[in-house]
């Protein structure tokens, strides 16, 4: 339905009526009615790839000893600290910006035996432009690997036999804390899960799997 409607206006020097057409549910003004939503990309113009750029960290070295006439004893202890960085670019191959959500997971072997849980995680929303791309720095946090070396001689003399010298020795070698066993990570768009990546064909199985990160959580690394 339109209505018309008579408007008296006036300015400097005289007046004028002018009839105004108006339809109902419309704006006539300059600021619309409603901000049309911005369209989003479908979640299968998604994807990603996932480099590691760096695993190192530092290490600090420290050795005490003592020594007698008959008897040495030497140990050390090294300390080294170490990290993940990736690398993730999430490609937009459709012509519409894109929204997604970036999970990644750092796995550690606990030392000495080896058991493999999740250190460290790390979670980002991306928005990626259309038919663009979108680099992320991603570090985890550090992992504390101890080192402890232990070495003692002595010689034995034997005053009542008379016999030569008997020398005995000891070595031991123990290693504490974690290191990095590898990394995982997921590109989902809601509950979609898009794209998994890991450093090797294992923990790409195991990002594929919900219950199985869930249950890498849950490792206790002393096995408690």
Not at 162 to 173: D, E, I, L
Not at 178 to 192: C, E, F, N
Request: glycine fraction near 8%; aromatic fraction near 6%; hydrophobic fraction near 35%.
């Amino acid at each position: 339905m339109k209505i018309y409607v008579a408007l008296l206006i006036c300015f400097f020097g005289g007046a004028a009526w002018v009839e105004a057409q108006i339809v109902p549910g419309q704006s006539n003004g300059s600021v619309p009615a409603a901000t049309p939503a911005v369209q989003v990309a479908a979640s299968n113009s998604l994807s990603f790839e996932a480099k590691s750029v760096s695993s190192g960290g530092a290490t600090k070295t420290q050795n005490t000893g003592t020594s007698g006439l008959y008897d040495l004893s030497t140990s050390g202890t090294q300390t080294h600290q170490s990290m993940i960085r990736l690398e993730v670019r999430v490609r937009n191959f459709g012509t519409t910006p894109a929204l997604a959500h970036l999970d990644c997971y750092f796995v550690a072997s606990a030392l000495p035996h080896g058991r493999r849980y999740i250190w460290n995680e790390v979670a980002r929303d991306v928005a990626v432009p259309a038919s663009g791309e979108l680099p992320e720095q991603i570090q985890s946090t550090e992992l504390t690997q101890v080192t402890e070396q232990r070495f003692s001689s002595s010689v034995n003399m034997n005053p009542v036999t008379g016999g030569g010298p008997t020398v005995s020795q000891s070595a031991s070698r123990t290693t504490t804390g974690a290191k990095p066993y590898g990394w995982i990570v997921r590109l989902t768009s809601g509950d979609r899960l898009l794209k998994v990546q890991a450093s090797s064909s294992e923990l790409e199985t195991i990002g594929r799997d919900a219950n199985a990160i869930s249950n890498l959580k849950n490792v206790r690394p002393t096995g408690r």
